[in-house]
């Protein structure tokens, strides 16, 4: 595996590439990261990721400074899965000066959710992937579902700014308890680590509830954000929202997804379920 740390660098390394596909990560690198490297090798003749912490979506006061760097067993894992290239740039690399231009989703997809309680976090993220895409100008690119505002915000910048790049979402990896893989589970103590599954078990009871037929999309909302805080989490939100676009459905519409943001302790997990 090759490693660049410019954009020169990886720009020249790519240029008989053929057929490209990217995944870009923040490192600290887990299964579900190495399920998105395995799948994109279906997809391209090379793979290449990023690892970059990325300051522009992280708010004042969150945990950019400690977010987990772990580059060396991160290599590691990529060269095993078998990566081409690795693009890991420094910040003035990306950011040689302040970003002054950004994309910024429309309002009812940056102010909704995620973005109601981490206020221009999606707009640091777009802006950070229209960067690396057109760093690395990938035919394809991979973004696991559990973010799943990201990946959707990344779709319909793709359409609406006609990228000409095919967007992949991989499925969840979670442990055998259900608790889906992030970088932050490496946060929680004991105690929480055994409480943390009980976000996804939530998930899993709105999403049959759904399916047989409940269609009191306010009141399971509510239900599920009670027993969350029952159980002593501080919940941001429980939400039923319609997978394509993430507003809101009317009763009986098909095609949903159930997501929840809450925080264990100090560190905010996320997870959702399509139903
Ligand atoms: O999902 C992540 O790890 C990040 O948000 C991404 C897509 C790499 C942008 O910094």
């Not at 600290?28 to 690892?51: F, K, P, Y």
């Not at 992949?168 to 943390?196: C, F, I, K, P, Q």
């Not at 993430?246 to 929840?260: K, N």
Request: proline share 5%; with cysteine.
């Amino acid at each position: 595996m090759q490693i660049h740390e410019t954009i020169a660098g990886l720009r020249a390394a790519l240029k008989s590439a053929g057929r490209i596909a990217l995944v870009p990560t923040m490192g600290n690198l887990h299964e579900g990261h190495i399920e998105l490297m395995t799948q994109a090798r279906s997809h391209a003749d090379t793979v290449v990721a990023t690892i970059f912490v990325n300051r522009l979506q992280f708010r004042p006061g969150e945990d950019f400074e400690k977010y987990p760097r772990t580059f060396q067993a991160d290599c590691e894992k990529l060269a095993a899965a078998g990566v081409d290239h690795l693009f890991a740039p420094t910040e003035t690399e990306m950011y040689p000066q302040p970003q002054t231009y950004h994309v910024v989703p429309p309002v009812e997809h940056d102010a909704t959710l995620e973005g109601e309680f981490r206020p221009g976090h999606l707009r640091g993220v777009a802006t950070v992937v229209m960067k690396l895409f057109n760093i690395a100008r990938p035919h394809v690119a991979l973004f696991g579902k559990k973010d799943y505002q990201q990946l959707m915000v990344i779709r319909n910048m793709v359409t609406d700014l006609n990228l000409p790049i095919e967007i992949v979402g991989g499925e969840t990896v979670r442990a055998a308890d259900g608790l889906a893989l992030s970088s932050r589970n490496g946060y929680l103590s004991t105690a929480e680590r055994a409480e943390a599954p009980r976000l996804n078990r939530l998930l899993t009871k709105v999403v049959e509830a759904i399916r047989t037929g409940n269609a009191d999309f306010a009141g399971l909302e509510r239900q599920a954000t009670a027993e969350l805080a029952t159980a002593g989490w501080s919940p941001d939100y429980v939400a039923i929202r319609k997978s394509l676009d993430l507003q809101l459905p009317s009763a009986h519409e098909s095609g949903l997804v159930v997501l929840a943001a809450a925080r264990l302790g100090s560190t905010r997990l996320i997870d959702n379920l399509e139903v």
